[in-house]
């Protein structure tokens, strides 16, 4: 499903539309504006295209809101005011009467959801609004004054939530938030894929208690031993694998069996071992050819393709099995399944592409690229981390493999993806062909977190590179936290037309951002990504925690509009991050383990 954010000179109407392009039935709106003051410039001609430095030295760092030039701003009684601007968002109340600026202003404070605010300087009119999608010049001169709520020093924070007491209270929280997940599963769909929280019922598209094994590791990590071992005796006595389903391989790697590798891998326990053993079993007559295939049914054995593209390969789901095939054979002792999943890679290294490492999301059989998409978001993503985390558990060589394909994909992503939108963002965007998608998906944000995870391995050939590789990470992570600071909480994907704009206006519960905050912070210790992380967490519980779980929402600007699932990574990955965020001494670092695509930690030798 796409979506699109339509900006036109009265309501803003937010429409989603299926990919043949037919209108959804389903339409979002924000308030209208319904006011003078403003003009709209038109459709935008899309982003100037500002490529990411080469050298540290060459970056220049944000300039803070306060520093803008005299003519572009104004300073009245200490707050500081945009002229002859206007802030389109989603309005959250307007039209009430201001004598000044700073009156207005002073109602925004007393409007819990309002961040920003628009004045009509003639009518002495004052707008509200939760979000500031862009901003846009006034048609007249000296007609608008706009603002944020505060204008402190803490500017790029206006938008945060109370700071946590503590690291101790704040790992309490995430840990309450986490328990009150695992009961409404537990007590509606033990044993089952994926609890529906507000009608109390059970999803089983793969009919392998999904949540229990994804959450396995995650209820070891954060000390909840008794659920664990409940969990436990659950996987011993009732997890069989002879399901009439077709499943996805890729899916059912990285969650179920990445979640029983991880759990043996913390406890030793050969029930673990065992199970996983069983399953990649199963598995086994879809890792034949020389790249995985798509599905696969459990019972029958019998192979299938995705209906959605079935004369092609997905490029992050056959790079994807590296780790979870290098552990199994490392703690069975079988090498044929490292054997195989290196073969996969040593194909891929093989295939001739546009660019030297960015590698196209759809593969045909015979080794053709289908056409020319690359994605570091959706379709792509996780092949590329991959390549990184084999290269650390086989010890860091220098001429493995693994690292010489990883350097040249980050060469190649940094040199021609990674760009600067208008209100200096930096994004790494898709490419369809030669040109430019300027887009980004929430998924994108494990990327901060793989750069800085490079940075700390050191995995560049020279200081300079693992430098630029960090300043990169900081920069695509502080656009990852502006997805949630401009909407209640973050889209699916945002476009950048050329300032961040709502692209698809979903929000599933993602992982991804708190992911690179954690080993932002692992890296660094700068306390903002804690906060960041913090306010994400808050956003969690404000707008998707109901009565038994956690839900996405069908838009991220209606509060109203909860879907009825949580998915099974909310607790295997995107709690796990959070608790690991808030812990001074945790027992999972990023010198001990890597964590699979599904936050599924495997030991890293030592």
């Known amino acids: 499903m796409v979506v699109l954010a339509l900006v036109v000179p009265k309501p803003f109407g937010i429409f989603a539309e299926h990919a043949d392009g037919k209108s959804s039935s ?5 308030k209208p504006w319904g006011r003078p003051g403003y ?3 038109g459709r935008s001609k899309g982003p100037e295209v500002v490529h990411y430095p080469k050298t540290p030295g060459e970056i220049k760092q944000k300039s803070h809101p306060n520093s803008r030039p005299e003519n572009k701003r104004k300073v009245l009684n200490g707050p500081c005011f945009e002229i002859d601007t206007d802030y389109f968002g989603n309005d959250v109340d307007g039209g009430h009467e201001a004598e000044t600026a700073e009156a207005c202003q002073i109602q925004c404070t007393e409007q819990e959801k309002c961040n920003y605010f628009t004045f009509e300087v003639e009518l002495k009119r004052c707008w509200l609004k939760n979000t500031k999608i862009g901003r ?13 709520r505060n204008c402190s020093e803490n500017f790029e924070e206006r938008d945060m939530f109370d700071s946590y007491d503590s690291v101790e209270a704040a790992s309490d929280a995430i840990v309450s938030a986490f328990k009150h997940a695992w009961k409404g599963y537990t007590t509606y769909c033990f044993g089952q894929d994926e609890l529906r929280p507000i009608s109390k019922s ?3 598209d793969f009919g392998l208690g999904l949540t229990l094994i994804d959450t396995l590791d995650s209820l070891y990590i954060v000390g909840l031993k008794d659920e664990f071992e409940k969990a436990k005796n659950w996987v011993s006595s009732s997890l069989h694998f002879d399901v009439n389903k077709d499943v996805s391989v890729f899916e059912t790697i990285i969650r179920v069996l990445g979640g029983l590798l991880s759990a043996h891998a913390l406890t030793k ?5 065992d199970k996983a053993l069983q399953l990649a079993g199963r598995l086994e007559p879809a890792l034949r050819g020389k790249v995985p295939e798509s599905k696969i049914n459990l019972k029958t054995s019998k192979i299938s393709r995705h209906s959605w593209s079935p004369g092609n390969y997905i490029i992050a789901e056959v790079g994807s099995l590296q780790l979870e095939m290098w552990y199994l054979s490392k703690a069975s002792g079988q090498p044929k399944w490292n054997d195989y999943a290196e073969g996969v890679i040593r194909y891929l290294d093989s295939l001739p592409t546009q660019t030297p490492g960015l590698y196209p999301t759809m593969l045909a059989p015979g080794g053709r690229f289908s056409q020319q998409h690359i994605s570091f978001g959706a379709l792509g993503d996780s092949m590329y981390e991959y390549l990184l985390k084999m290269w650390i558990l086989k010890g860091k060589k220098d001429d493995d493999i693994y690292r010489r394909m ?5 060469e190649s992503m940094m040199n021609k993806l990674l760009v600067k939108s208008k209100d200096d ?9 030669n040109k430019l998608d300027h887009k980004m998906d929430h998924l994108t944000c494990f990327a901060p977190g793989m750069l800085a995870l490079g940075y700390h391995h050191s995995v560049g050939k020279d200081a300079a590179t693992n430098e630029r590789h960090l300043m990169a990470a900081k920069d695509v992570a502080e656009t990852c936290v502006q997805m949630y600071m401009r909407w209640p909480i973050s889209p699916e994907m945002v476009r950048f037309t050329p300032y961040m704009t709502l692209g698809t206006g979903y929000n599933l519960m993602r992982p991804e951002t708190v992911e690179s905050m954690f080993v932002l912070w692992q890296v660094t210790k700068d306390e903002r990504w804690r906060k960041y992380g913090w306010t994400i967490f808050q956003k969690f519980e404000r707008h998707l925690k109901v009565d038994n779980g956690y839900v996405g929402l069908s838009h991220v ?11 099974s990574f909310l607790l295997a990955e995107t709690y796990k991050y959070l608790y690991l965020l808030f812990q001074d001494d945790p027992s999972i670092t990023l010198d001990t383990y890597v964590f699979n695509t599904e936050a599924h930690p495997l030991p890293i030798p030592q």
């Open 557 to 567: 600007g209606d509060p109203n509009s909860r879907s009825d699932k949580m998915e």
């Open 269 to 273: 326990s050969e029930v673990f071992l």
């Open 202 to 204: 059970c999803i089983n």
């Open 406 to 410: 990883y350097l040249r994909s980050m």
């Open 39 to 41: 003009k709209n410039k």
């Open 425 to 433: 963002l930096w994004y790494i965007a898709e490419m369809r062909g």
């Open 26 to 30: 389903m339409r979002t709106y924000v």
């Open 136 to 148: 846009r010049p006034a048609a007249k001169k000296g007609a608008l004054i706009s603002g944020p």
